[in-house]
């Protein structure tokens, strides 16, 4: 029986450490300098944002191709890569299914997903607002209250916002916050990756999903940025 637990923890082990180890890039006539790797987000969200030019793309698992590079090919044939999920399947012909890029453009964002097996894409717009609002806030968690980030002119991806952080007691969730794309909780909204994170600890951050939190464990005045296109938040804690 011991021996039994021994495997199965090292089954385990060997999984975790597989999934830890997994690396994906994307080439093709459609990505510039042919190869592209992908950012590792979180063991189950891997993203590529930046150029594309039409073409064919094809997800692989090594850097270069070779006898030992996977191929993530769509389940379905003509696939464009700007799309709302779309399954793959994992296999080594290399003339397999490729992925279509139907017009250039400076500003795609793909995720895979590779426990899920799918991939999503989207050709990325600025948006038109953006708030902060919640318990922390000086406006609490009240639509119509929320106060609103500064777009920069040269970068209209990027906002910034400097204001007072603090915990609110009285208040549901007084340390907690998130943005929000109108100055309500529908539809646009960006998160954390897990609930609670501390802003000045992740610069991670996804668009819409679970809805997770923000939190803060220090009060103070701070100053933070949010790169839409890059999916980055950065904060400072300035006073």
Same mark, same amino acid.
């Given at each position: 029986? @011991?021996?039994?637990?021994?495997? !199965?923890?090292l089954t385990a082990a060997?999984?975790l450490q597989a999934?830890?180890?997994?690396?994906?890039w994307?080439?093709?006539t459609?990505?510039p300098?042919?190869? $592209?790797? +992908?950012?590792?987000?979180?063991?189950n969200?891997?993203?590529?944002?930046?150029?594309l030019k039409?073409g064919?793309l094809?997800?692989?698992?090594?850097?270069?191709?070779g006898?030992?590079? $996977?191929?993530?090919?769509p389940?379905?044939p003509?696939?464009?890569?700007?799309?709302h999920g779309?399954g793959?399947?994992v296999?080594?012909?290399i003339t397999?299914?490729?992925w279509?890029?139907?017009?250039?453009?400076?500003?795609y @964002? +793909?995720?895979v997903n590779?426990e @899920?097996k799918t991939l999503h894409?989207e !050709?990325c717009?600025? &948006?038109?607002?953006l708030? #902060?609002?919640g318990?922390a806030t000086?406006?609490g968690w009240k639509e119509?209250?929320m106060? +609103?980030m500064?777009?920069?002119?040269?970068?209209p991806y990027v906002?910034t916002w400097?204001?007072?952080?603090? @915990?609110h007691?009285?208040?549901e969730?007084?340390?907690?916050?998130k943005?929000?794309? $109108?100055?309500?909780w529908?539809?646009k909204?960006l998160h954390?990756?897990?609930?609670g994170?501390?802003i000045?600890?992740d610069?991670?951050?996804r668009i819409?999903?679970?809805?997770?939190? &923000?939190?803060?464990?220090?009060?103070?005045?701070y100053?933070i940025? #949010?790169?839409?296109f890059?999916e980055?938040?950065?904060a400072?804690l300035?006073?």
């Amino acid at each position: 029986m @011991r021996t039994l637990f021994m495997l !199965i923890g090292l089954t385990a082990a060997l999984a975790l450490q597989a999934q830890q180890d997994q690396q994906f890039w994307i080439t093709g006539t459609a990505v510039p300098g042919n190869t $592209q790797k +992908l950012e590792m987000v979180s063991a189950n969200d891997f993203k590529y944002a930046g150029p594309l030019k039409a073409g064919e793309l094809r997800v692989i698992t090594t850097k270069k191709v070779g006898k030992n590079t $996977q191929y993530l090919s769509p389940v379905v044939p003509d696939a464009n890569v700007a799309n709302h999920g779309i399954g793959f399947t994992v296999v080594t012909d290399i003339t397999s299914e490729p992925w279509q890029v139907v017009v250039d453009d400076e500003h795609y @964002r +793909l995720h895979v997903n590779p426990e @899920r097996k799918t991939l999503h894409g989207e !050709i990325c717009q600025p &948006w038109g607002e953006l708030f #902060i609002g919640g318990g922390a806030t000086a406006s609490g968690w009240k639509e119509g209250k929320m106060q +609103l980030m500064h777009q920069q002119t040269d970068n209209p991806y990027v906002w910034t916002w400097e204001g007072e952080l603090k @915990r609110h007691d009285g208040v549901e969730e007084p340390t907690s916050f998130k943005f929000q794309g $109108q100055d309500r909780w529908h539809p646009k909204a960006l998160h954390p990756y897990a609930q609670g994170t501390d802003i000045l600890n992740d610069r991670r951050l996804r668009i819409g999903g679970d809805d997770t939190k &923000w939190s803060i464990t220090k009060d103070g005045v701070y100053r933070i940025t #949010i790169d839409i296109f890059n999916e980055k938040v950065q904060a400072e804690l300035i006073k």
